[in-house]
């Protein structure tokens, strides 16, 4: 099956500045890679997501990043904000309609204002 | 995106009791997943409810103690049965919808077992 590893676990960073979070996975077959948000007492909230047709998506100060070769994928937020302070889940799948998500563990982003 | 409606929301339950979790969909959808988030872990697949048939369940977790229904395209129920401690978590209802299947989560229920 599909596994899932995130890096870093936690990460903190000065308001205004970027932030990055690395995911890699084992399955070469997967093509559907989402980003989650969540925070505090609430559910994951699907923030941005790429497939494996594309190398590169942005959605205003979020963006991701796909390497199919290295099998890797990466989160990059610029300009962060304190409310940008949450845990963000990655997670990879097969897009067949009928696979469930596999998650990383997490990172939670400290953002200091 | 879809409404995903879970009740209860939030439970305190006795060990050794079982709690049915329901998961309510405002339009028909073809997969429902159940996860689990343990504090401060990350997610989890529990199984997949499967309409009309039994769930697939993911290695780890058995029909015996979290007995699972998906009787229609927009509902679903998950047991934990005899709880413990150890099953105090954040269990997530979760589907996929739209052309590119993204997968949307439920409020979640947050059982504490005391």
């Known amino acids: 099956g599909e596994n899932v590893e995130q890096h870093p676990s936690t990460l903190s960073v000065q308001e205004g500045d970027s932030a990055v979070i690395k995911c890699t996975y084992s399955?070469?077959?997967?093509?559907?890679f989402p980003w989650y948000k969540q925070e505090l007492g609430k559910r994951p909230q699907l923030i941005i997501d790429?497939?494996?047709?594309?190398g590169e998506k942005k959605d205003q100060r979020i963006a991701v990043t796909l390497n199919k070769t290295a099998k890797h994928f990466s989160l990059h937020i610029t300009e962060t904000q304190p409310e940008d302070s949450a845990v963000y889940f990655c997670?990879?799948?097969?897009?067949?309609?009928?696979?469930?998500?596999?998650f990383g563990s997490g990172t939670r982003l400290q953002v200091q204002p | 995106s879809a409404v995903i409606s879970q009740k209860p929301s939030r439970d305190i339950c006795q060990r050794g009791t079982s709690l049915t979790i329901q998961c309510q969909v405002d339009s028909q959808v073809t997969m429902m997943f159940w996860y689990r988030q343990q504090p401060g872990q990350s997610l989890t697949l529990i199984a997949t409810?499967?309409?009309?048939?039994?769930?697939?369940?993911e290695s780890g977790f058995v029909i015996d103690k979290f007995p699972i229904s998906r009787p229609n395209l927009t509902f679903s129920t998950l047991t934990v049965s005899n709880m413990s401690p150890e099953d105090s978590s954040i269990y997530l209802c979760?589907?996929?919808?739209?052309?590119?299947?993204?997968?949307?989560f439920g409020e979640g229920s947050w059982l504490t077992v005391v």
């Open positions: 790429i497939r494996s047709n594309v």
């Open positions: 997670a990879a799948t097969l897009d067949t309609g009928r696979r469930a998500l596999t």
């Open positions: 409810a499967n309409q009309g048939s039994e769930a697939t369940y």
């Open positions: 979760s589907v996929g919808q739209g052309p590119g299947n993204t997968i949307y």
């Open positions: 399955d070469s077959a997967s093509n559907y």
